[in-house]
Antibody, heavy 119, light 107 residues
């Protein structure tokens, strides 16, 4: 079964850190670029980060550059998002997504994991 | 950054109606445009990629069009299960950006 399973969300204080994980199954993970996308409560979608198949290329939204780090472990079929120096405005559902080959649409999404940043 | 502007922000239509949502990019993006459907409490689902290509498994009543800066998503005959919020997204250049969403309801 082709799926992405997000985990690692929770409640954290401002300035704190959290590491999100996304475990994939049903396809060859190492063949696909991957991304993280978030959605604040009641708001729209915001693309955050992008990583190539071999991790030699990454890209970030300005809102998280320098605070968040995307990584992957192809042997473990896993994608990660290390989030440091969290802010209240980082409160959102975080989704991992597979990047379709050739057109960069997000063709497969995890179920999302909720991150709440609050004192 | 490329800004994506959708219209309308919300639309109410009857079952069987033809519904069109538009998306305008602030710069030319060729056909690097995707459309997503998001139902309440669920992750988004890809409907259309490369502006007009229908994702596998998506009903044929959904279609996409346009190129350059102006794009559209059309539902040819609205069904009750199409109630959702729809987003466009540009994949022409980083940072990838989404439209603000169009909420579709049944009259």
């Amino acid at each position: 079964q082709v799926q992405l399973v997000d985990s690692g969300g929770g409640l954290v204080k401002p300035g704190g850190s959290l590491r999100l994980s996304c475990v994939v199954s049903g396809f060859t993970f190492s063949d696909y670029y991957m991304s993280w996308i978030r959605q604040a409560p009641g708001k729209g979608l915001e693309w955050l980060s992008y990583i190539s198949t071999s991790s030699d290329y990454t890209n970030y939204a300005d809102s998280v550059k320098g605070r968040f780090t995307i990584s992957r472990d192809n042997d473990r079929n896993s994608l990660y998002l290390q989030m440091n120096n969290l802010r209240v405005e980082d409160t959102a559902i975080y989704y991992c997504a597979r990047v379709a080959v050739g057109d960069d649409a997000f063709d497969l999404w995890g179920q999302g994991t909720m991150v709440t940043v609050s004192s | 950054d490329i800004q994506m502007t959708q219209s309308p922000s919300s639309v109410s239509a009857s079952v069987g109606d033809r519904v069109t949502i538009t998306c305008r990019a602030s710069q030319v993006i060729s056909t690097w445009l995707a459309w997503y459907q998001q139902k309440p409490g669920k992750a988004p689902k890809l409907l259309i990629y490369a502006a007009s290509s229908l994702e596998s498994g998506v009903p044929s009543r959904f279609s996409g069009g346009g190129s350059g800066t102006d794009f559209s998503l059309t539902i040819s005959s609205l069904q009750p299960e199409d109630v959702a919020t729809y987003y466009c997204q540009q994949a022409n250049s980083f940072p990838y950006t989404f439209g603000q969403g169009t909420k579709l309801e049944i009259k």
